[in-house]
């Protein structure tokens, strides 16, 4: 995660690609650029932003939840049909990421842009594949609980900082009538949400080399505190943290029940904040760490990269596509994802100034207390979607955490 604030309006200076012609070229004079986010709540302002620094120009977006958009964007891509600008996750997670997409040869190279040289290394490390990058990260995000300060108030509650103390304050939560966490699995995305801050604490917190010991066959999901991770996921589903039915609750559902106080919180990333001030504007919301042991000093976060743009490499109008990439990636661009979002710029120097719900998760990530979202350099995106179904039959009870676990292990050591 980071920060800063300044205004530039990115119509000089930026690194443009030339029409190629053929089939796929925009028409001379085409000032429409298509593209597909799954940006709900943030893109609509730096699309309005960028169509104001450059007029004449317009922008055919459409958003979409993130589980239809990775469905959808190869066969899109693929097809001839896919729009000039996409959402493109980073790492090898899931179908719509830099790996995947970068290696079907459908993103175009943006190594030359002057910001790709200035990445942090948690960003430079995803965004790349085969050492070029394909992915303008604008943000690094954190998940932890995000509560609703006003519920928490009429509760007469604070935030956990231990283990025991989270059971307990789920269990007087629910005696309260109001739930601790919304939860909305009816996305299966979003099961591994509340499972990432237990493995960042209980496997990562204790064994930074975990990942490098996974991929040297020197252990696996199934014979480390993974299990204990699943197992804490469990016990707060027992312990009444979350509300009735979490497998028929989407996110959209879920966030409202978060912003209107009908549950104390969600825990989500910190993109999550900027959906619920928009339930609830005159709410006050605060991004927590998820403690998952009673030493709150072993607290780690996950924070990482999030979701940038990639642009397609048969863009029907690619100089327009490089122009709104160099918005994205300028101080103004960035700053207006953060600022909605309630996130952080991907470069240090944007002069954003940091939100108030996120001086904690910002602390963490001064303090080095963070690691990445797992399944960012995982070999393969089949183990993040085995988790994410596995996790949804786990609530369901056609499934255990042990066989999650195994089938997890056998996707990952298919390798890539």
Known sequence: MKIRHILLAVTTGATLVACSGGTNAAAPGDNTLSLASVDQGSVEDVVKAFEAANPGVKVNFTTSGADQFQQQIRTRLSSGTAPDVMSVWPGNGNPG???????????????????????????????????????AIYGINGIGAVYNQEAMTKAGLTPPSTWTELL???????????????????????????LYPLAATLVYGQDRDFEKKMAAGQTSFAKSPWAAAFAKYGEMDQTGCFQENPLGTSYEASQKLAATGKTLGIIQGNWVISLLKKQNPGGTFTLKPVPATDDPSQTIVPAAA????????????????????????SPQGMNLFAGKQGGLPALSDTGFKLDPSLTELST??????????????????????TMLTGIQEVFSKQSTPDKVLAAMDADYQSGA
């Open 97 to 135: 990421t830099v790996t995947v997409l970068a290696k079907g040869g459908y993103l175009r190279d943006l190594s030359d842009q002057p910001w790709a040289s200035k990445f942090p290394k948690v960003v430079s490390d995803v965004a790349q594949y085969g050492g070029k990058t394909y992915n």
């Open 168 to 194: 307990a304050f789920c269990r007087a939560a629910k005696e309260k009538g109001t739930p601790a966490f919304a939860l909305g699995i009816q996305d299966n995305w979003v099961t591994q949400v509340a």
């Open 306 to 329: 999030g979701a940038g743009y990639g642009v397609n490499a048969k863009a029907k109008n690619p100089e327009l596509a490089m122009k709104f990439i160099s918005f994205v990636m």
């Open 364 to 385: 963490y990530i001064g303090q080095n207390k963070t690691v990445p979202f797992m399944d960012q350099l995982w070999p393969n995106p089949k183990v993040q979607q």
